[in-house]
């Protein structure tokens, strides 16, 4: 694993490791790039900076498709609340993305299984996904896969967990209102992609993100199993690792301090010695 904790620039370093990820993949009509994408918090800033990224002329959209990663049962397009409404207010209308290369999980769909399968073929079908963008819940899930989640898991409906239905209340006018389920890409869904980049911000990701570097591979916490990925990137700010040890902290502040001496001053405990 690739792991970068920062002491300034998080959303930056994120935004431009996407933009030079499509540019390099120069895509086009035949050959899109396929963007995982996560709704919430954390990616806000990101979002923003890949709109005047898009505005300064140095990435386009056209040629992305995007997979998000989850989305509330019994949402729709137009409630304020839903996934699907989230993305377009607050990134696909701002840039230059066609409609029908956004792809969200329906949480309207009558028959969830059949649509959990669709969404699992259109990835397919789409050639898989190149790089998976998300955040981590501060119990260690990655999309909707909740503590205690199969690590082999395919996208499928989960019922959310009193902690995420508490911290997703902040967007709604009670904790009553919070939807209760979900359909949700899986972590074997997510660990198809040809690289996962995990974005965790603040103190109360502190724990996810020890877990995350540190701990053992568990479904307890999901976000573990992107140890065993091939291209899996962690960015965290001061912060979310604030539970991570000292010598941790040091190996892969020297490692990326080598690779990238530009960053060195960012980089959380890099020393020279
Ligand atoms: P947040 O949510 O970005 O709003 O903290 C992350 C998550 O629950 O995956």
Redesign the pocket.
């Known amino acids: 694993m690739r792991f970068l904790a920062l002491k300034r620039g998080a959303d930056e370093w994120v935004c431009e490791y996407i933009v030079g990820k499509i540019n390099a993949f120069a895509p086009s009509a035949e050959r899109p790039f396929v963007l995982g994408l996560?709704t919430?918090?954390?990616?806000l800033a990101v979002y923003q900076r890949l709109i005047e990224a898009y505005r300064q002329g140095r990435v386009s959209f056209k040629y992305v498709v995007t997979i998000n990663m989850d989305e509330y049962l019994g949402l729709g397009a137009e409630h304020p609340q839903s996934y699907r409404y989230f993305m377009q207010e607050n990134f696909f209308k701002w840039v230059d993305i066609l409609p029908e290369n956004t792809h969200i999980p329906d949480g309207l769909a009558e028959d969830v299984e059949a649509e959990a399968k669709r969404y699992e073929q259109l990835i397919a079908d789409l050639g898989g996904v190149q790089l998976f963008f998300?955040?981590?819940?501060?119990d260690g899930?990655?999309?909707f896969n909740e503590a205690g989640s199969s690590l082999g898991s395919r996208t499928r409906v989960k019922t959310l967990t009193r902690q995420?239905l508490a911290?997703n209340a902040r967007f709604f006018d009670s904790m009553e209102e919070v939807p209760k389920y979900a359909l949700t890409v899986g972590i074997e869904t997510i660990m198809q992609a040809r690289e996962v980049l995990i974005l965790a911000k603040g103190l109360?990701?502190a724990l996810a993100v020890e877990q995350a570097v540190e701990g053992a591979v568990n479904a307890l916490w999901p976000i573990t199993r992107f140890q065993c990925h091939e291209r899996f990137i962690l960015v965290c700010d001061e912060a979310a690792a604030g539970e991570l040890k000292f010598k941790t902290l040091r190996y892969f502040a020297s490692t990326e301090g080598q690779i990238n001496p530009q960053l060195r001053e960012d980089l959380l405990c890099y020393s020279e010695d």
């Open positions: 996560p919430g918090g954390t990616p998300g955040g981590v819940g501060s899930h990655v999309a995420t911290d109360a990701k």
